[in-house]
């Protein structure tokens, strides 16, 4: 039982001047987070209501450290809280740590907590934790979590970008190991965590929901069910689970969470009091349930038919598309041929044509990922990767015919996602390959299942291939072409992200991550060529809802409702 080792705290809920987590930061989150704009007359603080949702699909689990679909971020992120967050300038901020300090080789980060963070567990789990309801989260909890990062057993997706914590190579070869990792409590609130080598990332890794905090009690307790039902999680951020049930037969499948007043003060308030989501079987679904007023916002890679004078949409542009080549294709496994598709990609002819939605891709990491506030492609201009050169396309042709010995390319089709792009902007490049090479290179238009299983099968010569990374990082998008089969070629057998890991200044990190872009880009498997967009859709009575494109998350915590 949980309670036979943790003491017992008396909490009196009403008494304000107790310093309970401050979560004011929050408000701003991160740069690539999105805060709706209220309209009309405001009534009041906005404050207390109740919000409806809908989750496009069940929540896969509620495990920080193992969880990637968007449905199980939103509601990590709205009942977990870490050391560290991103500001709205893109900066690091405290959160659950009052303050921390960095050793002056960049080795050793110790972080004091907060003492008035804590773990809040739904009073009809008693027979879990009998009839305590709070107690603190200390620096064990951290401790834990890091080291489930890394357990091999665990099969966490987020152990590569861990790498740099020191002794983390023995522990994620030998769970016997764990001791090995340098993540210390040195007492309940002090933490020290020790790096291999000096890591500029640090700090944004541990501002990512697979930092954040797991009692090692309660998740033994749990015994194999942690983040599966809602009576194997608890909270300690802004909300808690109060209910979850889902039957994959039935339709009244729903998730609801109520606010969590104990992680609360007096400067800063959890505005909604409730939050209602149900669970649908497809992003369809979730947009229906906005036109029936049951969803009062909802995330998706196309907003086509919303007026945006009757509703907020904003979106960032955090997904690259890029031209993918299968390796066993008889004519683009030549790699003069795939060059001379490349260098003929006139990605300026689609200025005027692309909108907002859309913008011409000439790298791999996109306009929303950010380096202390700044975009990425700010501080490393995308135009040294521009290759455009029609008379160089043409001898690569000529090159890439000898080389097969043919006389003419036949046609294929580049298969693309409908449901992620609209695939008329490729038209205007298929014109232009047409005209400077007289190769026809064709469009298929694919459901989402359809894309996904051509893919896997192997079964195209090209691919329309969208590239997003599990957080707002370059690191994040790199690593897609270590774990995603069809972005290996691109990057090759040797690839790895230790260069970037090891970067220990802002300055190197950018030459890190320009470099890898470079590396993947001169061996011609993955052509980059549009940025998109991804969006969050609100009512107009809402503002202060907070979306963060890269995990899918919908934050809920300072959303106000002036219906």
Not at 107 to 135: A, M, P, Q, S
Not at 150 to 179: Q, V
Not at 195 to 210: I, Q
Not at 522 to 534: A, E, G, M, Q
Request: overall charge negative; aromatic content about 12%.
């Amino acid at each position: 039982m949980v309670v036979g080792a943790i003491k017992r705290l008396e909490i009196n809920v009403k008494e304000k001047e107790r310093k309970i987590i401050s979560l004011a930061a929050c408000a701003v989150m991160c740069l690539t987070c999105m805060t709706g704009c209220g309209g009309g007359d405001k009534k009041g603080s906005g404050a207390g209501h109740m919000y409806s949702a809908a989750l496009a699909y069940n929540p896969k689990s509620l495990d920080p450290q193992y969880a990637t679909d968007p449905a199980s971020a939103t509601v990590i992120k709205n009942l977990y809280s870490g050391l560290v967050m991103k500001d709205e300038k893109g900066g690091i901020t405290c959160c659950n740590a009052k303050d921390y300090s960095v050793s002056a080789d960049g080795c050793v980060y110790t972080f004091h907590l907060r003492e008035d963070n804590y773990w809040f567990f739904d009073e009809n789990n008693d027979d879990i934790i009998d009839d305590d309801e709070y107690f603190p989260v200390t620096a064990d909890d951290y401790v834990f979590a890091l080291r489930r990062i890394l357990d091999p057993n665990m099969h966490s997706p987020y152990a590569s970008e861990f790498m740099c914590l020191s002794g983390s190579r023995l522990a994620r070869d030998n769970a016997h190991s764990m001791e090995a990792l340098e993540v210390v409590a040195k007492d309940d609130y002090t933490l020290e965590i020790t790096l291999d080598y000096p890591c500029a990332e640090f700090l944004s890794l541990l501002a990512t929901p697979a930092a954040y905090p797991c009692n090692e009690e309660f998740f033994l307790s749990t015994k194999g069910r942690y983040g599966l039902d809602d009576r194997s999680v608890m909270s300690n951020g802004p909300f808690y689970v109060r209910q979850w049930y889902y039957d994959p037969y039935g339709n009244a499948n729903i998730l609801y969470m109520r606010k969590n007043s104990v992680n609360e003060n007096e400067k800063y308030e959890i505005l909604p009091s409730l939050l209602s989501f149900s669970i649908e079987k497809s992003e369809a679904a979730v947009k229906q349930c906005f036109k029936d007023d049951t969803a009062e916002c909802f995330s998706s890679t196309k907003v086509g038919g919303y007026n945006p004078k009757k509703y907020h949409i904003t979106g960032y542009k955090a997904m690259t598309l890029g031209l993918v080549f299968n390796p066993a294709d008889k004519y683009y496994s030549n790699e003069n041929l795939r060059r001379a598709v490349a260098l003929a990609a006139d990605r300026e002819a689609l200025k005027g044509e692309t909108g907002s939605d859309i913008q011409s891709a000439y790298g791999i990491i996109p306009p929303a990922v950010d380096i202390v506030g700044r975009s990425y492609r700010e501080l490393s201009s995308e135009k040294q990767f521009d290759i455009f050169d029609t008379k160089a396309a043409a001898d690569a042709l000529a090159k890439a015919k000898s080389e097969l010995k043919i006389n003419s390319v036949e046609s294929v089709k580049i298969i693309v996602d409908s449901s992620t792009v609209d695939s008329r902007y490729l038209h205007v490049l298929s014109q232009h390959w047409q005209d400077s090479l007289g190769i026809y290179i064709g469009i298929e238009d694919l459901t989402t299942e359809e894309f996904s299983e051509r893919i896997e099968s192997g079964n195209y010569s090209i691919a329309l291939y969208p590239v997003k990374g599990d957080f707002n990082s370059g690191l994040a998008v790199l690593d897609k072409f270590r774990t995603t089969d069809c972005l290996k070629k691109a990057a090759g057998d040797d690839f790895n992200t230790d260069n970037v890991m090891k970067s220990s200044s802002v300055t190197e990190l950018v030459n890190s991550y320009t470099a890898a872009e470079k590396s993947i880009l001169d061996k011609l498997w993955f052509v980059p060529l549009f940025y998109k967009s991804t969006y969050l859709v609100a009512k107009e009575d809402n503002e202060d809802i907070i979306y963060d494109p890269f995990t899918g998350s919908i934050d809920y915590r300072i959303a106000k409702n002036y219906s």
